[in-house]
């Protein structure tokens, strides 16, 4: 790609915000290393001995790492909770909200998707399409669905869906539909399939998830404040989750809006013009992501080789790296997303999350890339890897345990003394090593909770303070209970990963089918088997240790009941009746979230997805118009398929079959004209068509 010449535009409003990083992050540094080493001292103390060196240096180790990686969130957590409680922030993006915005400023509103749920996906554009248009400045953004959808069924609806969506919107022109032929680099390769086609039409661009909902006020103040500081590549909008209606998606949606302004103001406080990118729901200056965001293939085969799976926080690292600037508006609060409804739809993206994140660790010694995005690769990767931290630190404490219990304690060592070594009582030190690591833990979204019942307007959101501290208290108590199950699966996926397991990428389920208790013996019968095994070994060696691991051994042994109470739509309506985990805006909500839960109704057509491709005249001729296939009107290139797609029916076709069907306009074309205007009425009545077709031709055929 053409190389651009770094920006050269001062900002005065942010001033020199690159010295005072340097001192916020090797402040952040000292206050980790602070708590980290006298808890390591007393760690040491505490642990049994002195036998079994290497075992007890191995505990030890790993203890260190995780209480920096607890130490690094709950500085994060204060220093964010000072800036909220005082308002006073001079190193955030802001411009002028009655700034005019120039012609030039075109916007363009991206939504990838790969086998959504095409109703769901159209009524959060539409919501954000509706809301944008109320600003009067909506001429500016154009709408693209990009689509990597493989699903026959699914990628008709789709476009149905589209075509509905345009016509009754008026937005002939403006809300643009493609699916691309070869599914390359996935949501990345999408993107930067659009960038090649129309990115030089636009000065920015807007990137969506499937999930995810603007408010059309919340675009316009991105697109000011880009416009504001030429020096910023990229804007990251903090989505708030909507529309949760499981007892799972209502505790995430309750905390994080309980913590989350408060850890992404912390988050602010540390990184600057330095943050990262999530994804979804953040505006970029189009010219400097193409020139300097083109992700590479790493060498090697998946899972570790091939295609970068969580580009977001690469393609950060790439922009500040071509010289712009990345920033964080925790202030802005018209960004909204929802949230997997059960724990397998959670646990099935953190499995490609994960791949994603350990992706990271090859790029930390790439050239060019600033300090603080290899510390976020590294971040990034432990919010994996410490799962199989948590899970080794608990196992070799239950092995050390077990090998103290079963030796005891040896008065005289091998090698000779006068005096017996005594054994000394550790329990004070226990006690507060232990009290320690849970005001880390806990002190955070304690905070949290003060700030929320400390205004007004937003103890009311909540239900008033009552309902904040009883919601808190519920929500510890599941996350207690579901941390272990996560630890187990979260330890599988780094492991299948370093093994050589690749992740088949699939489309994320956001409806209310919750998880039935099969599927939950499925998926979490080895984790319930392990927590009786472990606990009853624990009880044998210590029964003080087996009362110190309780708390997981029950979440494990509790893992299926978990997984399907926590997933159920009628158990989240029944915690929503009681105003249990109620927030800000869910009594009310905003114009877009009210606007995204009314799916648009598709008109009905001769069958669905694939038939309809086939039988329906109106989304048969809509789908041909889509498929970019200049020689398939000449060519048949599938006919031993096309004849027995006639000869046998819709049902005798796999969805490979049918895929390829839909690609050939030729087949679709000879197989339309079979079903309205051929001599075999009952063959083409398996398609959806009148029994007697020659007499019910419709208008459009």
Known sequence: MKRMPKPVVTDATLGNWRRTARWRRLLLA??????????????????????????????L??????????????????????????????FLVRADPAQPLPREARTALLMPVCNEDPQRVFARLRATWLSLQATGLGEQFAFFVLSDTREPDVLVEEERAWAQT??????????????????????????????????RDFRYMVVLDADSLMDGDTLIQLVRRMEAHPRVGIIQAIPLIVNATTPLARMQQFVQRLCGPMFTAGLNFWMLGHA??????????????????????????PPLGGDILSHDFVEAACMVRGGWEVWVAYDLQGSYEETPPTLLDE????????????????????????????????????????????????????????VAAFTGHQYFTPGGGLFPVWPVARTP????????????????????????????PTRQGFGGARRV???????????????????????????????????????????????????????????????????????????????????????????????????????????????????????????????????????????????????????????????RDPHGRRRIRWPELRDRAWADGPDALSANERRLLLGDSASLSWLHQQIWIGDEPARAAA????????EHIPAAA
Not at 358 to 384: T, W
């Open 276 to 301: 990262t990118y999530w994804g979804h729901n953040a505006i970029i200056r189009v010219a400097p992501f193409m020139a300097f965001c083109g992700l590479p293939r790493l060498p090697g085969p």
């Open 469 to 627: 501290f009883v919601g808190l208290l519920a929500e510890l108590a599941g996350s207690v209970l579901m941390a272990p199950i996560r630890m187990i699966f979260h330890t599988r996926f780094v492991l299948y990963t370093l093994f050589g397991q690749s992740v088949r990428w699939a489309g994320q389920n956001r409806g209310d089918e919750g998880t039935s208790w099969g599927m939950a013996l499925r998926h979490h019968g080895f984790g319930t088997l392990l927590g009786l095994v472990w606990g009853g070994v624990a009880w044998a060696v210590e029964p003080v240790f087996f009362l110190w691991l309780s708390p997981v051994m029950a979440g494990l042994v509790l893992s299926i009941p978990i997984s399907v109470y926590s997933g159920r739509r009628s158990l989240g309506d029944r915690l929503q009746r009681r105003g249990l985990f109620r927030v800000p805006g869910e009594i009310e909500p905003p114009a877009a979230v009210r606007a995204s839960r009314q799916n648009p109704h598709i008109e009905p057509a001769v069958g669905a997805g694939f038939i309809a491709a086939v039988a329906d005249p109106q989304t048969h001729h809509l789908h041909l118009s889509l498929l």
């Open 347 to 402: 646990l099935q993206r953190d499995r490609r999350w994960c791949q994603g994140n350990l992706q990271h660790l090859r790029l930390l010694r790439a050239g060019g890339f600033h300090g603080l995005h290899r510390a976020m690769f590294f971040h990034g990767a432990m919010g994996y890897v410490s799962a199989l931290f948590w899970f080794a630190f608990l196992f070799l404490g239950t092995v050390l345990t077990a």
């Open 429 to 456: 030190e226990a006690i507060t090593l232990m009290i320690a690591t849970l005001v880390m833990l806990l002190l955070p979204k304690t905070l949290g909770a003060i700030l929320a019942v400390s205004r007004a």
């Open 61 to 90: 180790a790993i203890f260190m790492i995780l209480f920096a990686w607890i130490a690094m969130g709950f500085w994060t957590a204060i220093f964010g909770f000072i800036a909220l409680l005082t308002g006073r922030d001079r």
């Open 166 to 199: 345009v016509r009754e919107l008026g937005a002939e022109g403006r809300i643009h539909y493609r699916r691309r032929r070869v599914n390359l680099k996935r949501k990345s390769g999408n993107v930067a399939d659009f960038c090649r086609r129309w990115g």
């Open 687 to 694: 398609w959806g068509a009148p029994s007697e077709s020659n």
């Open 30 to 59: 000292v206050l980790v290393a602070a708590p980290t080493f006298p808890a390591a001292y007393v760690m040491a103390r505490v642990l049994p001995g002195p036998q079994e060196f290497f075992l007890r240096l191995s505990l």
